[in-house]
């Protein structure tokens, strides 16, 4: 039947935790055998286990900030949100955050900080980070806000606060309007989902700046739009390999090796693929193709998450792996929280 608008909001940030949380196993290993992906996978219907004992990481961590400060605040609130991730980091440190971003955010606890975009442009010699950390807790940013432009805005701010260059944040916009679109039942026309993230991000790259930073770093003229031609492609092949898969879109930690990736792995497992189980539906699909691409495995499969999470809705979910993760039950109540204050918002003209 249809999937209401809860559900696929549930669905949306559940998902995203539960692909952090089982693919936290494979992040960084380069060859992951399906077979080693679907033990872990059936391992979490052993009904010994459960009581979230798979832990999140960064990914789901910054994820609730983003979504707990677009509640407190009713909107987006660049001070408060720094606060929240500087917060976060001080009282759990150890949640694998990578490796250049953890100077941001002990920057960010500063009370004497006025300027809480600085310290993100003090990245990498000036350069800014281009990794997914921006991309990775993006989704909230598509619950909250009704229209495509705010969802586009403030998900580029929101990941501004680390990640000031153009190839971080337009990850961030990326999949921001993958989560939007999936919540508004697009994913039913994969080949018009694609083409609309194509003509949105055409705009995005547009920017100078963007243009700039692509030149620099030796990248075609328009990345995103680039990789996203590619997925296109590769939707369009009657078999596509693994190994095509990371050669063509890449499974590291740059956004770009990464956002195009989890949208690929979501539109890929729309339907049954040779080698997962019969039994699994497309959300359960999506999460164990994307462990096996290897790498980002954790971000990968968080962001396909969220994505396929919206698509799907929340009773896709199996009740064995959502009990398994922690963090699940808490983003079904953001989700929830952040439903209602999509719904109490008016159209503007
Ligand atoms: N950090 C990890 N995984 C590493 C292993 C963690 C392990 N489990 C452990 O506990 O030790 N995962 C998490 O990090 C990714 C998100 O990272 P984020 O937030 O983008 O961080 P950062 O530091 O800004 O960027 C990541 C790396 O990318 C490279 N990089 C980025 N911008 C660069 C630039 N302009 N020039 C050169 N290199 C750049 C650097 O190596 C950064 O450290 C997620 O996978 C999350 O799960
Ligand atoms: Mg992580
Ligand atoms: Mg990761």
């Known amino acids: 039947g249809p999937v209401s608008l809860l559900s696929r909001f549930h669905g949306a940030l559940v998902a995203a935790v539960l692909g952090d949380c089982v693919g936290g196993e494979f992040e960084g290993a380069q060859d992951v ?32 900030c983003v979504a707990q400060s677009l509640l407190t605040r009713m909107g987006f609130d660049e001070q408060d949100m720094a606060r929240s991730f500087a917060k976060e980091y001080s009282l759990a440190p150890g949640r694998g955050y990578g490796a250049g971003v953890i100077q941001v955010l002990r920057k960010l606890a500063s009370p004497q900080l006025s300027d809480v975009f600085q310290p993100a442009r003090a990245q990498f010699g000036g350069r800014g980070s281009f990794g997914n950390g921006g991309a990775m807790r993006a989704a909230p940013f598509a619950l909250a806000f009704r229209n495509a432009a705010d969802v586009k805005k403030y998900a580029r701010f929101g990941a501004m606060l680390t990640h000031s260059c153009s190839l971080g944040y337009n990850g961030a916009v990326l999949q921001a309007l993958a989560v939007y679109l999936s919540l508004q039942g697009e994913l039913s026309l994969p080949q018009k989902f694609i083409n609309r993230l194509i003509c949105e991000m055409e705009e995005v790259e547009k920017d100078e700046t963007a243009r700039s930073d692509a030149k620099v770093l030796n990248l075609d003229e328009f990345p995103f739009c680039a990789r996203l031609h590619r997925v296109k492609e590769l939707m369009e092949q009657n078999s596509v390999s693994i190994e095509e898969v990371i050669s063509e879109l890449g499974n590291g930690i740059a956004a770009l090796e990464s956002v195009p990736t989890a949208i690929f792995c979501v539109l890929h497992c729309l339907e049954p693929r040779e080698g997962l189980p019969e039994h699994y539906g497309g959300l359960e699909r999506t999460i164990a193709y994307s462990l096996a691409l290897g790498g980002d495995t954790d971000t990968i499969a968080c962001m396909a998450g969220a994505i396929a999470g919206a698509h799907y809705g929340i009773s896709a979910i199996p009740q064995s792996w959502l009990i398994s993760c ?22 503007e003209v």
């Open 326 to 347: 922690e963090g699940a039950e808490e983003a079904k109540h953001l989700a929830e929280r952040l439903y209602k204050l999509h719904i109490m918002q008016t159209d």
């Open 33 to 64: 055998p399906l077979e080693r992906v679907l033990q872990h996978l059936s391992g979490l219907e052993d009904d010994t286990r459960g009581d979230g004992i798979l832990q999140y990481s960064d990914d789901t961590a910054m994820m609730r």
